[in-house]
T-cell receptor, first 117, second 114 residues
Framework: DAGVIQSPRHEVTEMGQEVTLRCKPI?????LFWYRQTMMRGLELLIY????????DSGMPEDRFSAKMPNASFSTLKIQPSEPRDSAVYFC???????????????FGPGTRLTVL | QQQVKQSPQSLIVQKGGISIINCAYE??????FPWYQQFPGKGPALLIA?????SEKKEGRFTISFNKSAKQFSLHIMDSQPGDSATYFC?????????????FGQGTTLQVKP
């Protein structure tokens, strides 16, 4: 298996532009998580899905952020309009279904490094 | 939001030494405590995990110790090697509803000197 795939790996954009980050989870996994990592705030959970349905979006910083999962093999995180403070590494992770939720490994992608100028 | 407090923020250890990273949590309603390891430019990856029905779990040079009464758990890396240099995150399962959601500590950057 190729693991979790994220694209692009690096994104540099100007303030006010729309940014779309993409994620392909591991096949067969039914949980998908979006995280943001910064030096100041560490690793923050933004939103997660179960079976393509958003379960908890309480970590989404504001309305400029939105996430979708149209099918089991694809998710997007969109920032519109982007701001310099959105600069961070964004990770997507997936985990398999389990009879004992919360105890399964989350498999992280390589991340997208976003720079907003 | 209920936190996981991780310490130290950074750690420098000589090759062959023992690296110790500590985490404290606030609520006893959690029953899964994983540690993730992250190398520069990579995503975090699960290193080792423990459930609080055991006080210790060992996998190779890595050991988790759990102290439920003190609400603390720690990672010990024995015979630390330069290849262990990475950032380590403790985490806990969020809430008692088995949601699959993890809350991570702030991370500890470990440098093992040759």
């Amino acid at each position: 298996d190729a693991g979790v795939i994220q694209s692009p790996r690096h994104e540099v954009t100007e303030m006010g532009q729309e940014v779309t980050l993409r994620c392909k989870p591991i096949s067969g996994h039914d949980y998908l998580f979006w995280y943001r990592q910064t030096m100041m705030r560490g690793l923050e959970l933004l939103i997660y899905f179960n079976n393509n349905v958003p379960i908890d979006d309480s970590g989404m910083p504001e309305d400029r952020f939105s996430a979708k999962m149209p099918n089991a093999s694809f998710s997007t995180l969109k920032i519109q309009p982007s701001e310099p403070r959105d600069s961070a590494v964004y990770f997507c992770a997936s985990s398999p279904p389990s009879g004992r939720l919360g105890t399964d490994t989350q498999y992280f992608g390589p991340g997208t490094r976003l720079t907003v100028l | 939001q209920q936190q996981v407090k991780q310490s130290p923020q950074s750690l420098i250890v000589q090759k062959g030494g023992i690296s110790i990273i500590n985490c404290a949590y606030e609520n006893t309603a959690f029953d899964y405590f994983p540690w993730y390891q992250q190398f520069p430019g990579k995503g975090p990856a699960l290193l080792i995990a423990i459930r609080p029905d055991v006080s210790e779990k060992k996998e190779g040079r890595f050991t988790i110790s759990f102290n439920k009464s003190a609400k603390q758990f720690s990672l010990h890396i024995m015979d630390s090697q330069p290849g262990d240099s990475a950032t380590y995150f403790c985490a806990r399962e969020h809430g008692s509803s088995n949601t699959g959601k993890l809350i991570f500590g702030q991370g500890t950057t470990l440098q093992v000197k040759p």
